[in-house]
Each structure stands twice: as structure tokens, then as C-alpha cells.
T-cell receptor
Framework: SQQGEEDPQALSIQEGENATMNCSYK?????LQWYRQNSGRGLVHLIL?????REKHSGRLRVTLDTSKKSSSLLITASRAADTASYFC????????????FGKGTKLSVKP | GAVVSQHPSWVICKSGTSVKIECRSL??????MFWYRQFPKQSLMLMAT?????????EQGVEKDKFLINHASLTLSTLTVTSAHPEDSSFYIC??????????????????FGPGTRLTVL
């Protein structure tokens, strides 16, 4: 299937700890995006990393991409209770029309 | 920038009625809009892709006569659930992709999502 596969499915940590989520995908990509969804809300775009990039930062977020392993990771540093949400990766495959297919996501729970 | 709105945010209707959901890109032009459906504790399922001025492309298993999509302008797409039934109760989310060549940050692959519409069919 074309969706990214997030791992773990659920992650529970204490406030202040770092959270790492992983994503694996199938074939060559143009880019890969990470989104966040708070319960009952729409998705919020977090970061896009292109296939020729290896690492990208945005505030407390760090995304890495390893095209040889067809995997990406999202690191949230110094987590806060407000980071509690589901996180999805969405690869955009070469030759596709840019449609995003979402996996089951990682449900992150940050306890105060 | 890149704000997408949806209206209504929630709706309750009787079985057999039709419901229209609007999706608007407020500060950018969107050549393509997407409609997703999300059941409780599940991921988003792409229903259809809507290009301005042309017919929508539906994903396999989505009835085009039941879920009518209209993308009449670069900032508005509508989804009409016709003859709604309780099994259509779900969270419907739209997203919009920026028109290539327009100003603004971000790749044209980035989709900007609306806040969603909770549909409950009694």
C-alpha cells in the first residue's frame, strides 16, 4: 500500500521527555510530510522534508529522512502536555499526483 | 497563511436527508481540494480529489452519486452527502493544495486541512 507506516502505534511519556516516532514507506519519494491531529480536529501540517534532505528542524521538532532505508523519524524534544495528539507521516511518491494516503498514525500521550 | 475553513463544524440530520459541507481556502488559491472521512479511532480515508472546474476523482468504493463534489472556484469545494443514512455518520475533513506558482511558503505538495465536520445521521 502507499501509506506510510508509523511506529509505534501508541507512545506515552512524561512532560519534558523526548518523543520519537518512526515512519516507513515503500518506494521512491519526492518528499515526506508529517502532520498532527488533535482529537476531533483537522490535521495540522508540521514539516515537509524533501528526498534530497537528510534532516530538518522546526522549533522543537526534528525530522530525519533515510532514503536508503525508506524511513523517516520525527523527534519532539522537551515534550509538553499540549503535544498530546496523533501524528501521521505522508510520503509523496514520484510519479503520483501528490495525493496523501495516511496510515494509522502514532498516538502520543504526554502526561503532565 | 494557508487557512482552510469548513462549514458547518457539526450537523445532525434525519435519515434520508441531504447535507452539504463547504470547504474554503481563505487566503490562497487551491487548484486541488481533497475530501477525507474518518471513523472513530481510525485514520483518514481519502474519498475523492477535486480539481477546480473539472469532475472529481473518487477513490475505489466511494459512491460518486452519493457523495457529490463540486469545485466551482479556486477557493471553494462542496461535498453533498445525499440521502444520508446512519452509516454515513463520520468526521469529514477537507484539505486544499496551493496552486503552483502562487506566492506563499510551502511546497505545492503540502495540504492544508480544514477543522472537520462532524456528521451525525439519526
Amino acid at each position: 500500500s502507499q501509506q506510510g507506516e508509523e511506529d509505534p502505534q501508541a507512545l506515552s511519556i512524561q512532560e519534558g521527555e523526548n518523543a520519537t516516532m518512526n515512519c516507513s514507506y515503500k518506494t521512491s519519494i519526492n518528499n515526506l510530510q508529517w502532520y498532527r491531529q488533535n482529537s476531533g480536529r483537522g490535521l495540522v501540517h508540521l514539516i515537509l522534508i524533501r528526498s534530497n534532505e537528510r534532516e530538518k528542524h522546526s522549533g522543537r521538532l526534528r525530522v530525519t529522512l533515510d532514503t536508503s532505508k525508506k524511513s523517516s523519524s520525527l523527534l519532539i524534544t522537551a515534550s509538553r502536555a499540549a503535544d498530546t495528539a496523533s501524528y501521521f507521516c505522508a510520503p509523496t511518491y514520484r510519479g503520483s499526483q501528490g495525493n496523501l494516503i495516511f496510515g494509522k498514525g502514532t498516538k502520543l500521550s504526554v502526561k503532565p | 497563511g494557508a487557512v482552510v475553513s469548513q462549514h458547518p463544524s457539526w450537523v445532525i440530520c434525519k435519515s434520508g436527508t441531504s447535507v452539504k459541507i463547504e470547504c474554503r481556502s481563505l487566503d490562497f488559491q487551491a487548484t486541488t481540494m481533497f475530501w477525507y472521512r474518518q471513523f472513530p479511532k481510525q485514520s483518514l480515508m481519502l474519498m475523492a480529489t477535486s480539481n477546480e472546474g473539472s469532475k472529481a476523482t473518487y477513490e475505489q468504493g466511494v459512491e460518486k452519486d452519493k457523495f457529490l463534489i463540486n469545485h466551482a472556484s479556486l477557493t471553494l469545494s462542496t461535498l453533498t452527502v445525499t440521502s444520508a443514512h446512519p452509516e454515513d455518520s463520520s468526521f469529514y475533513i477537507c484539505s486544499a493544495r496551493r496552486r503552483a506558482g502562487t506566492s506563499g511558503r510551502g511546497s505545492t505538495d503540502t495540504q492544508y486541512f480544514g477543522p472537520g465536520t462532524r456528521l451525525t445521521v439519526l
